[in-house]
T-cell receptor
Framework: DGGITQSPKYLFRKEGQNVTLSCEQN?????MYWYRQDPGQGLRLIYY???????QKGDIAEGYSVSREKKESFPLTVTSAQKNPTAFYLC???????????FGDGTRLSIL | RKEVEQDPGPFNVPEGATVAFNCTYS??????FFWYRQDCRKEPKLLMSVYSSGNEDGRFTAQLNRASQYISLLIRDSKLSDSATYLCVVNRDNTDKLIFGTGTRLQVFP
């Protein structure tokens, strides 16, 4: 089945540690996105990529990094510089342009 | 003013009722509008796009009012399974960045 796969489902980070969240899609979509959702809040855009080897910062990029070496993969690294990383992280993709985005089932990140 | 504003609810309605949500957006240059549904602790799922002339999908009807900068979602004959949070989504300016509202919670009771 075509879709977006995020892993792991749950992740715990120690102080000073970098962690990487995986996002893979087999929908052949050009654009991919990372969002963060905090309780009672809307989704906030962290980074997005419209094409391989290119990506742009979203509204809350500080403390995060991404890469887009392959069309189907868009991993997100939460660095130790991100002081409040506890949240629900959602990866999405869309064919291109302003089209509906389709989401993976998310990764919940917590601090140990 | 927030870019996208929604009444958080909750809207508590009995099965079979008709319920409507509105959402206002601040940027008149926005061109794309969507409604998503999000169940508790799950990812958002696309419910429907919103077209200028309005559109319907089964029990769901979406409308766009560009002059007043709001979109609406009408749900007829509510089912228990419609209980969820409904997210209003608008693109920022004329870019492909989407802005998500904080959602309106719907609870349908027997």
């Amino acid at each position: 089945d075509g879709g977006i796969t995020q892993s792991p489902k749950y992740l715990f980070r120690k102080e000073g540690q970098n962690v990487t969240l995986s996002c893979e899609q087999n929908l052949n979509h050009d654009a991919m996105y990372w969002y963060r959702q905090d309780p009672g809040q809307g989704l906030r855009l962290i980074y997005y990529s419209q094409i391989v080897n290119d990506f742009q910062k979203g509204d809350i990029a500080e403390g995060y990094s991404v890469s887009r070496e392959k069309k189907e993969s868009f991993p997100l690294t939460v660095t130790s510089a991100q002081k409040n990383p506890t949240a629900f992280y959602l990866c999405a993709s869309s064919p291109s342009g302003v089209q509906p985005q389709h989401f993976g089932d998310g990764t919940r990140l917590s601090i140990l | 003013r927030k870019e996208v504003e929604q009444d958080p609810g909750p809207f508590n309605v009995p099965e079979g009722a008709t319920v409507a949500f509105n959402c206002t957006y601040s940027n008149s240059a926005s061109q794309s509008f969507f409604w998503y549904r999000q169940d508790c602790r799950k990812e958002p799922k696309l419910l429907m796009s919103v077209y200028s002339s309005g559109n319907e999908d089964g029990r769901f009807t979406a409308q766009l009012n560009r002059a007043s900068q709001y979109i609406s979602l009408l749900i007829r004959d509510s089912k228990l399974s419609d209980s969820a949070t409904y997210l209003c989504v608008v693109n920022r300016d004329n870019t492909d960045k989407l802005i998500f509202g904080t959602g309106t919670r719907l609870q349908v009771f027997p």
